[in-house]
T-cell receptor
Framework: KAGVTQTPRYLIKTRGQQVTLSCSPISGHRSVSWYQQTPGQGLQFLFE???????NKGNFPGRFSGRQFSNSRSEMNVSTLELGDSALYLC???????????????FGPGTRLTVL | AQSVTQLDSQVPVFEEAPVELRCNYSSSVSVYLFWYVQYPNQGLQLLLK??????LVKGINGFEAEFNKSQTSFHLRKPSVHISDTAEYFC?????????????FGGGTRVLVKP
């Protein structure tokens, strides 16, 4: 089975622009979670989508948004980019979501976003 | 809310020496516990997990961890490290009866294995 795919792998934007990142989960997985990784704040949860519905949201401003399509692929969007948005954005896919069951999460390689 | 503290930000260690990475967590509810490894320019890979049962869990690449409920700790150990173990290691928790899969991570421990 192919792993989690994230595109693009690297991205350079300037302040004020917007950006869209894409994540293709493992075939058959219905949950996609997004995380932001920075040297200062570490790994922080952004949001999770399950069956096209946002399941959970982390403590990020409204400039960060996401969606999930019927094929479980997910996109996240960041509008009005700030320098502090420079980070590695990781997505993780899982067969299902919560419910007292263990659902292993498989991480993609990440998209490194640099905001100039 | 949950929080995870990794007590060492960096751990230098010589090849073939043992290593222990410390992790403490705080949670008012029951959690699953995980250790992930991140190699340069890569995503996270699951090393091992504690779900229930035996408090000593074994993972990939010769790593093991021990869950201590009274001390709310989940320390990671390897008896003999290799150069290839140079990476960053993250401890994480997830609420067992959560509505989703959200992981809460510690700050990470960079392991540098020296020849």
């Amino acid at each position: 089975k192919a792993g989690v795919t994230q595109t693009p792998r690297y991205l350079i934007k300037t302040r004020g622009q917007q950006v869209t990142l894409s994540c293709s989960p493992i075939s058959g997985h219905r949950s996609v979670s997004w995380y932001q990784q920075t040297p200062g704040q570490g790994l922080q949860f952004l949001f999770e989508y399950f069956s096209e519905t946002q399941r959970n949201k982390g403590n990020f401003p409204g400039r960060f948004s996401g969606r999930q399509f019927s094929n479980s692929r997910s996109e996240m969007n960041v509008s009005t980019l700030e320098l502090g948005d420079s980070a590695l954005y990781l997505c993780a896919s899982s067969p299902s979501s919560g419910g007292g069951l263990y659902n292993e999460q498989f991480f993609g390689p990440g998209t490194r976003l640099t905001v100039l | 809310a949950q929080s995870v503290t990794q007590l060492d930000s960096q751990v230098p260690v010589f090849e073939e020496a043992p290593v222990e990475l410390r992790c403490n967590y705080s949670s008012s509810v029951s959690v699953y516990l995980f250790w992930y490894v991140q190699y340069p320019n890569q995503g996270l890979q699951l090393l091992l997990k504690y779900l229930s049962g035996s408090t000593l869990v074994k993972g990939i690449n010769g790593f093991e961890a021990e869950f201590n409920k009274s001390q709310t700790s989940f320390h990671l150990r390897k008896p003999s490290v290799h150069i290839s173990d140079t990476a960053e290691y993250f401890c994480a928790v997830r609420r067992i009866f959560a509505a989703g899969n959200k992981l809460t991570f510690g700050g990470g421990t960079r392991v540098l294995v020296k020849p």
